[in-house]
T-cell receptor, first 116, second 113 residues
Framework: AQKITQTQPGMFVQEKEAVTLDCTYD???????LFWYKQPSSGEMIFLIY????DEQNATEGRYSLNFQKARKSANLVISASQLGDSAMYFC?????????????WGAGTKLIIKP | DGGITQSPKYLFRKEGQNVTLSCEQN?????MYWYRQDPGQGLRLIYY???????QKGDIAEGYSVSREKKESFPLTVTSAQKNPTAFYLC????????????FGNGTRLTVT
């Protein structure tokens, strides 16, 4: 079974609109972390935001925020006031288990295109 | 500026040849990782290393080998045993497990013909 599901293979959004990228996850662990990364066409992976399973507040980093709904096992990325430079692939990833776990489980990604 | 350097950016090899991809970091991170990315897919873990002289297999280690002789360096060798080596390879590092984000290099695109 997929542990990280990103249901939107591609999205077109008008510049300056807000964007929500979906991510649902599956884990039986109580302790886990969720990450979002951006991959522009140049190929590098850029870390955007992190949410721990015990964090009470939704994470925010500038124009990025994470809509964390633990009971629904969803961790959607919200980008406010989208810009042309936001066009990229976006990946959701999860790290399960205890503090000794180094491995990330990745979703298949969502391709976001911002229209001028 | 600290970061991760992968070289070369593009690499072409003939089938049957081993090839080594370089990854160097100056972030003083203990953990390093190699991922493979195929079109339309997420990242798949090949190998990772938590400390010098130690490394663990990831999900798709067959046909690959690594070494970690120095904290800064984690080279990946794609051997002739790897059935489908053409892919985009990403190296990453982190300061630790759990909540520590991965920092990535710019990747190496390997084409084997």
């Amino acid at each position: 079974a997929q542990k990280i599901t990103q249901t939107q293979p591609g999205m077109f959004v008008q510049e300056k609109e807000a964007v929500t990228l979906d991510c649902t996850y599956d884990t039986s662990d109580q302790s886990y972390g969720l990450f979002w990364y951006k991959q522009p066409s140049s190929g590098e992976m850029i870390f955007l935001i992190y949410q721990g399973s015990y964090d009470e507040q939704n994470a925010t980093e500038g124009r990025y925020s994470l809509n964390f709904q633990k009971a629904r096992k969803s961790a959607n990325l919200v980008i406010s006031a989208s810009q042309l430079g936001d066009s990229a692939m976006y990946f959701c990833a999860m790290r399960e288990g205890g503090r000794s776990n180094y491995q990330l489980i990745w979703g298949a990604g969502t391709k976001l295109i911002i229209k001028p | 500026d600290g970061g991760i350097t992968q070289s070369p950016k593009y690499l072409f090899r003939k089938e049957g040849q081993n090839v080594t991809l370089s990854c160097e970091q100056n972030l003083n991170h203990d953990a390093m990782y190699w991922y493979r990315q195929d079109p339309g897919q997420g990242l798949r873990l090949i190998y990772y290393s938590q400390i010098v002289n130690d490394f663990q297999k990831g999900d798709i280690a067959e046909g690959y080998s690594v070494s970690r002789e120095k904290k800064e360096s984690f080279p990946l060798t794609v051997t002739s045993a790897q059935k489908n080596p053409t892919a985009f390879y990403l190296c990453a590092s982190s300061s630790g497990p759990y909540g520590s984000p991965l920092h990535f290099g710019n990747g190496t695109r390997l084409t084997v013909t």
